[in-house]
């Protein structure tokens, strides 16, 4: 079975604190990928990685930046955390461009 | 622009009897189609897909079907049970995309 943690499940910040959310998967996943899921929009794609220290925009990568130097470790960075920022993270990775799979969930708050 | 709708937010069903799911999509590249399902506080799952040269796959009490003519596809739950309410999200992708583009999710009630 596919494992995807994430290093939190709650965390609460204070605006201006940068953030660090870290998310491993133990199936040798080619990619992996960074999704915040907000009530009515769904879940929008923030970066994703196909490969050890490649990375590519999603859809709202603005005010993230993340790092990938294993293939099992995907981090996602919030150089300065602001209250927009309030959301679920999800973290997953695929083999090729087959089926995703998730993490926990990281319930992000930033006050 | 959206590619993947999920037009109905909520859904409530009577236990027991068939839930269905839709889901359009406007990208007529999409090969390949997920169902996913999350509860609260959890990630997403995954459920049930199904490939573009197929119009019905199926797995125990859900079946997709696909309609690529018009750019649909549905989820059919049956019978439903109480652990089947959660949000319930379409995605698709292109051959060779490493991403899934998703709808914005349906919520399913499932009531006794």
């Known amino acids: 079975d596919v494992k995807v943690t994430q290093s939190s499940r709650y965390l609460v910040k204070r605006t201006g604190e940068k953030v660090f959310l870290e998310c491993v998967q133990d199936?040798?996943?080619?990619?992996m990928f960074w999704y915040r899921q907000d009530p009515g929009l769904g879940l929008r794609l923030i970066y994703f990685?196909?490969?050890?220290?490649?990375?590519e925009k999603g859809d709202i990568p603005e005010g993230y930046s993340v790092s990938r130097e294993k293939k099992e470790r995907f981090s996602l960075i919030l150089e300065s955390a602001s209250t927009n920022q309030t959301s679920m993270y999800l973290c997953?990775?695929?083999?090729?461009?087959?089926?995703?799979?998730f993490g926990p969930g990281t319930r992000l708050t930033v006050l | 622009d959206q590619q993947v709708k999920q037009n109905s937010p909520s859904l409530s069903v009577q236990e027991g009897r068939i839930s269905i799911l839709n889901c359009d999509y406007t990208?007529?590249?999409?090969?390949?189609f997920l169902w996913y399902k999350k509860y609260p506080a959890e990630g997403p799952t995954f459920l049930i897909s199904?490939?573009?040269i197929k119009d019905k796959n199926e797995d125990g009490r859900f079946t997709v079907f696909l309609n690529k003519s018009a750019k649909h596809l549905s989820l059919h739950i049956v019978p439903s049970q109480p652990g089947d309410s959660a949000v319930y999200f379409c995605?698709?992708?292109?051959?060779?995309?490493?991403?899934?583009?998703w709808g914005a999710g349906t919520k399913l009630i499932i009531k006794p």
């Open positions: 990208n007529s590249m999409f090969d390949y």
């Open positions: 199904i490939s573009s």
């Open positions: 997953a990775s695929s083999l090729l461009g087959d089926t995703q799979y």
């Open positions: 990685s196909y490969d050890v220290k490649m990375k």
């Open positions: 199936m040798d996943h080619e990619n």
């Open positions: 995605a698709a992708s292109e051959d060779s995309n490493y991403q899934l583009i």
